[in-house]
């Protein structure tokens, strides 16, 4: 080698003056020494000792034989702008070079190659940085390192290469390594991370290396440096790598060095950089400092984009759990004390925003359960950080709603441990935790104040158990005044203990000590507001300005109510000072009253009609304001003020304006932008009459008017200000510098709408954008997009908006709330909101280009996003072509600005933009075929900006050829035109139901829906269902009929059951409304639908027509049907359809009579309704049946026309023919005419009745019964009750001269075969609900009028009475359980509906035939428990006779009944029933008078019945009845 390398090598010269080479030197060693094999060992490794040390590879290649190895030199080998060339020098030349040099010298190549990268390596990273402490690599030296690794790549692979030599030459050289080229190495698969850094001798420095590199790596990331792509890829593997080392408790991975170094040092680098950020955090790290920008950076690894790669979740679980360890015990230096007096700073709001930043990326890995388990242990084992602790606990309630419950519960364990064993430590830590979770309100936690009185107000608090638990709590409390908050204090004044008598004094001593405390605090309790909130931890506001803000919550109240507010009437008793001194002065501030008398001055003569205002007081008030409506120059003792004390604050917050917009032009006036902006927020106060504390008065929703948005005059003008203020700043702004580049104005600005001023703000910005916004100006568009952009910025800390009925009912977060303002319905309404959207989400990129998406989708509502597409895709053809990468364009915010914007160029503009483009990625922001139906339903057609024609090509491409084809995750439907439609009838149906519909239509039950836009959606509707009924065809074999029904019934079956269930008239109403539209859609669709393409006799009822019969037995036969019969439209399409299929069978006759037959059984109802629409029914169905066939009408459908002849003939002077078969068709054919005809020619012709058949008389007697309860029930019924009434009278007279039993009609039950199942799916269930009532009522011609009188009848006594009641319930089988003595009423109350009954009934029939027949009583007793239960319940169902019961009368059914045919049941159960002297002893304890009727709903007495329009009642326990009225009782 040359003497460079190893200097003095050769000391010696030959005698010629010559240098010997080293080999020369070596060669005469070995001759004069004899060969000794150890210590040629030792010389072999002195020398690999020595080459490692010094080699020098551009000097060892020089002694390379031969003049070609002079010229090659690694430097040109690693420079790739050298004109040499590396592909000059091969890899395997210099390898070979290598291995011939290794070998000469005795030395492992490996070795040699390892310590010549190495040395390569410091020389690259040596080169001069850009920085002062660099950590990246400049271009030059990447590209050389790159180069370098591409050698050793080639050593490795050919075994020339130590990794083990090359690590430890790397750590020699650490002082100039820099940490990209470790990673490099890590990545290029040289030596991996773990291996470098274990091969450290000293892991403590390892450590402290990594921990300075990553410091200096996030500074230079968070500096936006042109390497930050890959800054952020060498932070995620550094960091991957230090998880998966650090908290993997059973490695695999192979080391070669000990196995217990490498996670030592992961976790010491994480915790190294953990620590530094919160130690920077607590001492105050000012923004934007390299410090911050460090925090700032680490905090970000804890999200998923960094860490998402991380294989298995336990690693990062382990690790997110001990980084929370780290956040509660680091520098444990507060004291519980401390966090008592302190913890209102450390609310959610008020923590720095990057540590809520750590919590909440914590948060997405740890459960609920895991992080309040993981907080109880560490509270339970280790010192901590109080700060941190209760900051931790109001992020978690606040970004957990299911926290409450899991807090309160630990809470409840902490309170139960505490006072089972006087645990302090316990109590304190509940007390805290609870206070810190009610200071983030009501909507994450209950308050202090409940959570007080629920854990001590009562019997059951936790102090209720031994006095020893009673000392215990108030030490406790005392221990805790000198450090409490005075609205601490307050609630446990307010809201004390309860405490037995005699230890009253532990509880006075302590509200003494409280007392005492408020008063060194200069608080009065008995000042404290009425509305004042005990819960928040605020100051407390005076006296004054608290009673300004109670009126003004009173008179809202009242407004809302009417009444006076029970906070204000227990004020006016229990706290009369400050009712007196403080609010009613308030209330009373003299004032010009206004004409129309407002809601204060109701409230004001509400509180003097209940004399809770002093008439003196009063007096002086209306003399003060009759003096200021007389000299109106003097009003400015009262709230109004003189013009120009109104004028002089509005002037000045205009001035402060104008100094402000000054400056956003200015540069050099930018530093003093924020205080002016305070300036601003003070005028605003000032103008607006807010008292300068804000913070007292917290408003948890907004109510806003969305259709009639109102304001005061005052706020009107000053919000008008502060809006056209901030148009024009922004205007101004944007002519100077982008929005990223324009500073923290806006942020800043709209800081001071977000207060009291608030609702204010959104009232007037509901006027301009819902009701005036086509007119608004370009820059107007953009300035109230921008202030959109902003508030959706600062929506964690806005309350939510109460919009009225066209939002839904919940809360709408402010962003949601633009959504909901910008309609889409006409031309006007589609190019303002485009323009509006277009200006927000390009404001919203240009302003947070480099923050996450997350960022970019929290500031506008999705739904801004996804009408933004729906325009572009509506209006714009070219927009519905597919984007490539090419057509990506660039966004601009500048021409945006200017008066003359294109906004056709501006938004396809931002359609293409690539960062726009990426976002639509998102799930909740991509428009979806549900919400394009949810838009395009708004759509007014007559006012649209498409054309007919232009709507109807829009329409088909966005469904056959945008979202049918797209894949469901994109929102589409897979290609399935069965989905497509299924998800237009539930949007249909939606948006039918919502109140959407009806905002534009007087008259909306005129029209589809009450709006007529819905038109061309329904015939896309029909196209579809057209499609899919031509592929059903396709798809069954000849000569068979579909076995699955339509896909359309499935969809109205899974709605009606989300339906509330029920009779009540909500309940009724919605599902009505349901079933209309249900009809309405099928009636737009093929007469198919209901009952399939065709019929065959192997299977002649299909699976639609099965539907369809239970779609009107179960739905339409309560809702949609009058007077027995189903609606005109709905009937002739059924059978329009029954026509069409039986046409196709190959014996239409016979399968149209085997329908029609089967209806009778399964369907009577179709029928009935038949027969009613005959009329306009047999020509269409004759003109389609003589088309198709030579034949006669099939059997069945001459059976209506019989039935319909039967009808005519009877009601005609002439004879009668006989009645068809079946009795039931022809008594409803009979019914139906009978109500068409007028009430005097009735009388006559119903005298024919004797000649009919029994049956007949029966079913015609349930239908005019029917009849008569709808023409009650129903205003345009049409029979008129009394024409009703005596149709059921003549009928009900035939049926007993006849002898005719018709009770089996009031004890109906579908398993009675023969009547039961037809007539109860013939009528709805809300008359056959009112058969009980029926039989009492309708019976009986004069009503319950003569019911509070005396019974006329001698057999009526008090003992007849008993004597009927005990044969009662010998035949009422479910009365058998009750006592006797609490059925003496009810005995009674049955000889009252016998004596009603029969009575009605005496012009008819003996006054003695109901008596005759065995089966009457038990009705009468099935009837009248029925009857008291519907009136109870409102149903009947509890008492339902048992089907035995039911059968067993409805066979007598036919029975005539002999003249002295005595009942030998009714006989045996008056003889041989218990003797009345044992009856009325059995059991001597009176009925309690709990369980009799009231006196205002039912049975006032127990001897008395008395009729009531209403439902039933109890009389409340302990209402005992007068004397006078309990005579008749045992």
């Known amino acids: 080698m040359s003497d460079s390398w190893v200097p003095n090598s050769a000391s010696r010269q030959d005698p010629g003056g010559r240098r010997r080479s080293w080999a020369e030197l070596l060669a005469g060693r070995v001759k004069r020494e004899k060969y000794n094999s150890e210590r040629a060992q030792k010389l072999k490794e002195s020398a690999v000792r020595l080459l490692r040390s010094h080699q020098d590879l551009n000097a060892l290649l020089l002694e390379v034989e031969g003049p070609l190895c002079k010229k090659l030199s690694l430097s040109k080998v690693i420079d790739c702008d050298s004109s040499e060339a590396y592909a000059n020098h091969s890899s395997s030349f210099i390898g070979s070079a290598l291995q011939d040099q290794a070998s000469r010298l005795g030395v492992p190549v490996g070795i040699l190659s390892a310590g010549m990268v190495a040395s390569s390596v410091g020389q690259i990273c040596t080169a001069p940085a850009e920085t002062s402490h660099p950590v990246l690599l400049t271009v030059e030296q990447r590209k050389k390192l790159s180069s370098l690794l591409e050698f050793a790549q080639y050593l490795l692979a050919h075994s020339m290469f130590s990794r083990l030599s090359f690590c430890q030459e790397l750590w020699k050289i650490q002082s100039s390594l820099l940490l990209e080229a470790v990673w490099h190495i890590h990545v290029q698969g040289i030596v991996s991370l773990q291996e470098l850094l274990e091969s450290h001798p000293d892991m403590h420095a390892v450590g402290s290396w990594l921990f300075r590199n ?34 993997q408790k059973n490695s695999d991975l192979r080391r070669t060095v000990e196995p217990e170094k490498m996670p030592q040092v992961a976790v010491d680098v994480l915790q190294r950089m953990l620590i530094f950020a919160l130690d920077a955090l607590a001492a105050g790290v000012q923004e934007e400092s390299s410090t911050h920008k460090i925090v700032r950076c680490w905090f970000g690894v804890f999200s998923g984009h960094t860490l998402g790669s991380v294989i298995s979740t336990d690693p990062l679980k382990r690790f997110f759990s001990h980084t929370l360890t780290q956040i509660l015990t680091h520098s444990p230096v507060l004291k519980a004390s401390d966090a008592v007096q302190m913890q209102r700073e450390w609310s959610f709001a008020r923590t720095h925003p990057l540590l809520t930043a750590l919590y909440r990326r914590l948060f997405v890995m740890l459960s609920p359960e895991e992080l309040v388990g993981h907080l109880q242990e560490v509270l339970e084992t280790q010192e901590v950080h109080w700060q941190r602790v209760l900051s ?12 409450q419950q899991l807090l309160e519960d630990w809470v409840a364990r902490l309170m139960a441990q505490a006072f089972e064993s006087c645990q302090l430590d316990s109590m304190v830590t509940a007390f805290l935790v609870v206070r810190q979770a009610a200071l983030e309100g009501p909507s994450a936690f209950l308050s202090y104040a409940d959570w007080f009185k629920a854990s001590f107000g009562s019997t059951r608090g936790y102090h209720g158990c031994s006095k020893k638990a009673l000392v215990f709590l108030f030490t406790f409390l005392s221990d805790l005044v000198p450090f409490e908050s005075p609205r601490y204090l307050q609630v446990h004044i307010l809201h004390p203990p309860l405490v037995p008598s005699k230890y009253r004094s532990l509880l006075t001593d302590y509200i003494s000590l409280a007392k005492t405390r408020l008063a060194d605090l200069k608080v009065s309790i008995e000042n404290m507001g009425l509305y004042e909130d005990l819960s928040s931890a605020g100051d407390i506001t005076e006296p004054h300005s608290q009673a300004l803000q109670d009126v003004e919550k009173a008179v809202m109240v009242f407004e809302h109510t009417g009444k006076i507010p029970i906070t204000v009437m227990e004020a006016s008793i229990f706290r009369r000072p400050y009712y007196v001194s403080h609010f009613l002065p308030a209330l009373l501030t003299p004032r010009v009253l206004p004409k129309v008398p407002d809601s204060r001055v109701a409230f004001i003569e509400s509180l003097k009609r209940a004399d809770k205002i002093p008439p003196s007081l009063y007096s002086t008030y209306c003399q003060a304001c009759s003096a200021a409506e007389e000299k109106p120059e003097d009003a400015a003792l009262g709230v109004r003020a003189e013009p120009s004390s109104a004028e002089e604050p509005l002037g000045q917050l205009t001035a402060a304006l104008g100094e402000l917009r000054a400056s956003m032009t200015d540069p050099s006036q930018r530093d003093v932008i924020s205080a002016q902006v305070a300036v601003i927020s003070e005028r605003l106060r000032a103008v607006l009459g807010h008292n300068e504390d804000d913070s007292s008065v917290e408003i948890s929703k907004i109510q806003l008017s969305i259709n009639t948005p109102r304001l005061e005059p005052r706020e009107h003008m000053a919000v008008d200000l502060l809006l056209t203020s901030f148009c024009q700043n922004l205007m101004a702004a944007s002519s100077v510098a982008p929005p990223d580049r324009q500073g923290p104005w806006a942020t800043l600005f709209v800081r001071t709408m977000c207060g009291r001023v608030l609702p204010a703000v959104l009232t007037r910005l509901c006027q301009l954008l819902r009701h005036q916004g086509p007119s608004l100006s370009a820059p107007h568009v953009l300035g109230l997009a921008a202030l959109a ?6 929506r964690s800390a806005l309350p939510e908006v109460d919009v009225g009925p066209p939002a839904p009912d919940a809360g709408l977060p402010v962003p949601a709330l633009f959504d909901s303002l910008l309609t889409c319905r006409t031309r006007d309404s589609l190019f303002f909101c485009l323009k509006f959207c277009t200006a927000a989400i390009s404001y919203s990129l240009c302003k947070f280009s480099s923050q996450s998406r997350d960022i970019l989708c929290s500031c506008l509502s999705p739904g801004l996003f996804k009408k933004f597409q729906f325009l572009v895709f509506r209006l714009f053809s070219e927009a519905r072509q597919p984007l490539s990468e090419e057509d990506a364009a660039s966004l601009s915010w500048r021409p945006l600005y200017l008066p003359s914007a294109d906004w056709q160029r501006a938004a396809l503009s931002l359609w293409t933009h690539r960062t726009f483009r990426e976002l639509l990625k998102e799930e909740d922001v991509d428009l979806t075929y549900q919400d394009w139906l949810h838009l395009e339903l708004e759509i007014q057609p007559e006012a649209d900006a498409l054309s007919d024609t232009e709507r109807q090509d829009f329409h088909q491409w966005a469904i056959h050829e945008h979202f049918l084809p797209e894949s469901s995750a994109s929102g589409g439907c897979d290609g399935d035109l069965q989905a497509a439609c299924t998800i237009l009838v539930n949007e249909l149906m939606d948006f039918h139901q919502s109140s959407r519909s009806y905002d534009h239509s007087e008259n909306s039950d005129l029209v589809f829906g009450g709006r007529t836009g819905n038109e061309d959606i329904i015939s896309r509707l029909q196209e579809m269902v057209a499609d899919l009924e031509l592929q059903q065809d396709l798809s069954v074999p000849l000569g068979h009929t579909p076995s699955q029904g339509h896909f359309l019934f499935e969809i109205f079956r899974r709605r009606l059951q989300a339906l509330t269930s029920g009779w009540s008239v909500a309940a009724s109403l919605q599902r009505q409304r349901e079933l209309l539209m249900y009809k309405r859609i099928l009636l737009r669709l093929p007469s198919s639908v209901l009952c399939g393409s065709s019929f065959q006799a192997e299977e002649p009822i299909t699976a639609r027509c099965e539907q369809f019969f239970h779609l009107v037995n179960s739905e339409m036969r309560n809702f949609c049907s009058h007077g027995g019969a189903l609606t005109q439209d709905i009937t002739a399409h059924f059978f329009r359809g029954l026509l069409n299929a039986c046409l196709r069978s190959r014996d239409p006759s016979l399968m149209v009579d085997f329908i029609l037959a089967k209806c009778q059984t399964k369907c009577p109802l179709i029928l009935t309704s038949a027969l009613v629409w005959w009329p306009s029914l047999e020509p269409m169905l004759l003109c389609r049946w003589r088309r198709h066939c030579q034949s006669p009408l099939p059997w069945e459908l001459q059976k209506l026309q019989e039935g319909r002849q039967f009808a005519s003939d009877f009601l005609s002077p002439e004879a009668a023919s006989p009645a068809p078969n079946p009795d039931w068709l022809s008594a409803a054919a009979l019914h139906f005419a009978i109500q068409q005809v007028r009430e005097e020619n009735i009388r006559k012709q119903l005298k024919k009745l004797d000649c009919e058949r029994e049956e007949l008389l029966v079913f015609l007697f349930f239908f005019s019964l029917m009849g008569l309860l709808s023409s009650q029930l129903t205003s345009n019924s049409a029979t008129d009750p009394p024409k009703a009434f005596h149709v059921c009278a003549a009928i009900l007279e035939c049926l007993e001269k006849r002898k005719i039993s018709w009770l089996a009609l009031f004890q109906l039950t579908e398993s009675d075969l023969r009547l039961g199942r037809l007539l109860l799916r013939v009528a709805p269930d809300q008359h056959t609900r009112l058969l009980p009532f029926a039989f009492y009522r309708y019976l009986h011609p004069q009503g319950w009028s003569g019911l509070g009188q005396c ?6 006594s008090t003992s007849g009475s008993r004597r009927m009641g005990r044969v009662a319930c010998a035949s009422a089988p479910q009365m058998s359980s009750i006592p006797w003595h609490h059925l003496l009423p009810f005995q ?6 016998h004596y009603v009954f029969t009575s009605s009934l005496l012009s008819y029939f003996h006054e003695d035939a109901a008596i005759r027949e065995e089966a009457f009583l038990h009705v009468a007793v099935d009837m009248y428990l029925k009857l008291v239960q519907l009136f109870v319940a409102g149903d009947t ?54 369980l009799r009727p009231s006196g205002r709903h039912g049975l006032r007495t127990c001897s008395s019945l008395t009729a009531a329009g209403g439902s039933w009642g109890l009389r409340p326990r302990g209402d005992r009845c007068p004397p006078e009225q309990t005579a008749g009782c045992p």
């Open 392 to 403: 931790f606990v109001s992020a978690l309630v606040v970004c957990f709603p299911e926290a």
């Open 214 to 247: 990553l410091c200096c790596l996030c500074e230079q990331m968070e500096a936006s440096c042109q390497h930050a792509d890959v800054a952020r890829a060498m932070l995620s593997d550094f960091v991957q790598m230090f998880v998966l080392r650090g908290f």
């Open 1351 to 1356: 019974f006329p009848d001698p057999h009526l």
């Open 1437 to 1490: 169902s509890t008492v339902s006779p048992p089907a035995g019961r039911s059968l067993e009368l409805q066979g007598q059914a036919g029975k005539p009944r002999g003249t002295d045919n005595k009942s030998s049941s009714f006989s045996a159960a008056v003889n041989t029933s218990v003797p009345e002297k044992e009856l009325l002893t059995h059991g001597r304890e009176p009925l309690p008078c709990d």
């Open 1388 to 1393: 009674q109350s049955v000889a009252i509906c």
């Open 789 to 794: 952009v902003h508030l959706g910025e600062s």
